[in-house]
């Protein structure tokens, strides 16, 4: 079964520094999200990215995130001067169509921020 | 956007059917009904979609009733690795994931 591969699994850094996660989306979609989910709540929506530009995203999503697919296959997530309530689980989601709701996640990049 | 409820926890025993209801009494009339199962740690796994009626697939049944103000998730036969939170979003492309159901399947 297809999957979607992210890493780091797990990224700690430094309180102001920047951070890149990674994400190879399955082959054939077109779509693609970040969402993250703190510790004990629930998963939260922060973009989504199509055809090289934002399609959506959240109030989350403020200047201090950014997003790229820099080739074929890769979709990343920038976190600029991170904040210690950044810390969470960052999960990356694909899908194939924007009629598909069956989005394919991750299995996600836990951040610590310290 | 439909808002959902559904109840905040379930407790099963191996083997038995289980069946999570989720209420979205303002659904629009395109909008779709998805769920999604999420383990600790991990990220959401789509389980199952659906407009009217009944789907089925490998893992689950949706049933849903003519006015589609609610639908039902069954799980046939739940084993412990079914034990895990399950999220009823409705026609919400950017799946606004509430706190779901927990269920527990107890030996």
């Known amino acids: 079964e297809p999957e979607v591969t992210q890493t780091p699994s797990h990224q700690v850094t430094q309180m102001g520094q920047e951070v890149i996660l990674r994400c190879v989306p399955i082959s054939n979609h077109l779509y693609f999200y970040w969402y993250r989910q703190i510790l004990g709540q629930k998963v939260e929506f922060l973009v989504s990215f199509y055809n090289n530009e934002i399609s959506e995203k959240s109030e989350i999503f403020d200047d201090q995130f950014s997003v790229e697919r820099p080739d074929g296959s890769n979709f990343t997530l920038k976190i600029r001067s991170t904040k210690l309530e950044d810390s969470a689980m960052y999960f990356c989601?694909?899908?194939?169509?924007?009629?598909?709701?069956?989005?394919?996640f991750g299995s996600g990049t836990r951040l610590t921020v310290v | 956007l439909a808002k959902t409820t559904q109840p905040i926890s379930m407790d099963s025993y191996e083997g038995q059917e289980v069946n999570i209801t989720c209420s979205h009494n303002?659904?629009?009339?395109?909008?779709?009904i998805t769920w999604y199962q999420q383990f600790p740690s991990q990220g959401p796994r789509f389980i199952i979609q659906g407009y009217k009626t009944k789907v089925t697939n490998e893992v689950a049944s949706l049933f849903i009733p003519a006015d589609r103000k609610s639908s039902t998730l069954s799980l046939p036969r739940v084993s412990l690795s079914d034990t895990a939170v399950y999220y009823c979003?409705?026609?919400?492309?950017?799946?606004?994931f509430g706190s779901g159901t927990q269920l527990t399947v107890l030996p």
């Open positions: 303002n659904i629009a009339t395109n909008d779709y």
């Open positions: 979003l409705v026609g919400d492309r950017q799946l606004t």
């Open positions: 989601a694909s899908s194939e169509s924007w009629q598909d709701y069956g989005y394919t």
